[in-house]
């Protein structure tokens, strides 16, 4: 009797956990389309992208945040509108960016003009995090004496532990995301 219900706890625990990890295998997967396509649009590695996705909305399309940001790449209404002002869109609107194709095509664009921002670092990937995360005000400030061109002393520099943990925790999911996504 009791050997019976441990294999039925056991079957059914591994049915739980099969369950979940289907599920989060597909949220993790839905958006990919559109994250190749946004990546290659802009020059930015997918992998890169889906680590950015994956920071800011955990890859759902209708995350929300305190100061505005919407969708996948959690987007502010400037940031919008400067994507949608450089694809010349007539008749944008924010809320347009909770579409997941949208979000990450603006979200890329900006991505990538933040890394070409930083070309002349030693690494420029986070800068440009940090440059999305918190801002390029931010960022200038930070780049003060050899903090200007070495991201260990700009990484020193950043007095936000916020921003340090974003920068940390997408740089670690980009190269995880680097051996499976491309």
């Known amino acids: 009797?009791?050997?019976?219900?441990?294999?039925?706890?056991?079957?059914?625990?591994?049915?739980?956990?099969?369950?979940?990890?289907?599920?989060r295998y597909r949220q993790e997967h839905r958006f990919d389309a559109e994250i190749r396509t946004a990546a290659g649009r802009y020059g930015v590695a997918p992998a890169l992208v889906k680590a950015v996705v994956w920071k800011e909305?955990?890859?759902?399309p209708g995350a929300r945040g305190r100061a505005g940001e919407i969708g996948l790449m959690q987007l502010m209404e400037d940031?919008?509108?400067?994507w949608a002002g450089a694809q010349r869109l007539t008749n944008f609107s924010h809320e347009q960016?909770?579409?997941?194709?949208?979000?990450?095509?603006?979200?890329?664009?900006?991505?990538?003009?933040?890394?070409?921002r930083y070309l002349k670092t030693d690494n420029p990937l986070p800068y440009a995090l940090a440059d999305y995360n918190a801002g390029r005000g931010r960022v200038l400030k930070w780049m003060a004496g050899p903090a200007a061109t070495?991201?260990?002393a700009f990484l020193a520099q950043v007095d936000i532990p916020s921003t340090r943990a974003?920068?940390?925790?997408?740089?670690?999911?980009?190269?995880h995301y680097r051996t499976t996504f491309r």
């Not at 441990?6 to 979940?20: H, K, T």
């Not at 909305?57 to 759902?60: G, L, N, Q, V, Y």
């Not at 974003?166 to 190269?175: G, H, L, N, S």
């Open 150 to 152: 070495n991201s260990a």
């Open 166 to 175: 974003y920068i940390a925790d997408v740089t670690e999911r980009f190269a």
């Open 57 to 60: 909305s955990r890859f759902d």
């Open 97 to 116: 960016v909770v579409h997941p194709g949208t979000n990450t095509l603006a979200g890329t664009y900006y991505l990538g003009k933040a890394l070409r």
């Open 1 to 23: 009797m009791v050997r019976n219900w441990v294999i039925v706890v056991l079957v059914l625990g591994a049915l739980n956990f099969s369950a979940w990890w289907s599920y």
């Open 79 to 82: 940031t919008a509108f400067e």
